[in-house]
């Protein structure tokens, strides 16, 4: 039970509960000089209610307004590569920022995150081909890693074919086979097999 004079006194009521700041999007140049919109969103509570009276005149007021430049402040300090990699390490800048200067008012910032970061269409554009770039390398060295091993597995097989002369014409004529299945009229006699041939006559 609290009392109080009226009209010498006042009372304030607060809730302990978290709160909600919507942080409104707003344009940003980064340390690379990209202009971005960036919207992002910060929840606190009261913890001393006696501080948030004495204190600080409007402290929803004061904890809103020192959210957006904060935001502004840091994010500023990085480049968009960083800001799009490192956003979990930039919230939690943020929040460590925002409470420094809402500990004296008695409120205490428990989470800030990015929501929302719009770049212009010129930037996507340019990363949008920079992606499109960098998976036709990651193809291409694909490619050219399956035609090195698979020249080492032609050069081990010639090793083989070379030491069993043999081998080379039980190939050509499962080669051979292989072609005869498609019900084609095309004859293949192979240089090899030519030479057998012939080889076979003279005896």
Same mark, same amino acid.
Do not use: C, W
């Given at each position: 039970l609290l009392i109080f004079f009226p009209f010498l006194e006042l009372m304030k009521i607060f809730s302990l509960r978290s709160i909600t700041i919507e942080i409104p999007s707003q344009k940003i140049i980064t340390k690379d000089n990209v202009s971005i919109d960036i919207a992002a969103v910060a929840y606190y509570?009261?913890? &001393?209610? !006696? !501080? @948030? #009276?004495? @204190?600080? &005149? &409007?402290?929803? $007021?004061?904890? %809103?307004?020192?959210?957006? $430049?904060?935001?502004? %402040? #840091?994010?500023?300090q990085f480049t968009l590569d960083e800001l799009l990699s490192q956003t979990t390490k930039i919230n939690a800048q943020i929040q460590k920022v925002i409470d420094t200067h809402t500990e004296p008012w008695g409120a205490q910032v428990t989470a800030v995150e990015i929501k929302d970061i719009a770049l212009p269409d010129n930037m996507q554009r340019a990363m949008a081909k920079e992606a499109e770039a960098e998976r036709e390398r990651r193809a291409k060295v694909v490619a050219a890693e399956g035609e090195f091993q698979s020249a080492q597995k032609l050069a081990e097989a010639a090793d083989v074919i070379? @030491?069993?002369?043999?081998?080379? *014409?039980?190939?050509?004529? *499962?080669?051979?086979?292989?072609?005869?299945?498609?019900? %084609?009229? $095309?004859?293949? +006699?192979?240089? *090899? +097999?030519? $030479?057998?041939?012939?080889?076979?006559?003279?005896?």
């Open positions: 509570h009261i913890v &001393d209610p !006696k !501080k @948030a #009276v004495i @204190a600080i &005149d &409007d402290i929803y $007021t004061a904890v %809103n307004q020192i959210s957006q $430049t904060t935001v502004r %402040n #840091v994010v500023g070379s @030491a069993h002369p043999v081998a080379l *014409q039980l190939r050509t004529l *499962q080669t051979m086979a292989e072609i005869s299945v498609e019900k %084609n009229s $095309t004859i293949i +006699f192979p240089a *090899q +097999f030519m $030479t057998t041939v012939q080889e076979a006559m003279k005896m």
